[in-house]
């Protein structure tokens, strides 16, 4: 596996689509999920490959001066629980910390409200992750915002 910066937009929107589609038991909101392509462009992106074959990817975007988001992140679910996400969340880490920024924050649903959601929280948490707040209708009734917090 390696992990490579992403620079051309098209390349990014590519491989955030390719992953995304994969994963609709996260992304399966096809709005949200054409938002997550569209402005993934833009952004500072790193992907993972196995043999030159994307299978994961992580996008960062600044929420602040001092603070960097982890604006979406994915991995093919063949790839969950081997290493990948933790490497990439690692290599975006340090760009961050490289390009200035104190803190990186997340955002996801609550712990509690779906079984996969609950393994998201459980990874973040894993990486060293601090409960920030909750949001209880930032997206929807049904879907409480959990922010986590990290100092990098």
Sequence with gaps: MIINEVRLPSEKQKITRMILEALPEWFGIAASREEYIKICADLVFFAAYDNDMPIGFICLKETGKSTVEVCVMGVLKEYHRKGVGKILFQKAKES????????????????????????????????GFKEFEIFPTLWDEWNPCQIYVMAI
């Design 96 to 127: 961050a910390k490289n390009m200035g920024y104190s803190f990186i924050q997340v955002k996801t649903v609550q712990m509690g409200k779906y079984p996969e959601y609950d393994a998201t929280n459980h990874f973040y948490l894993s990486l």
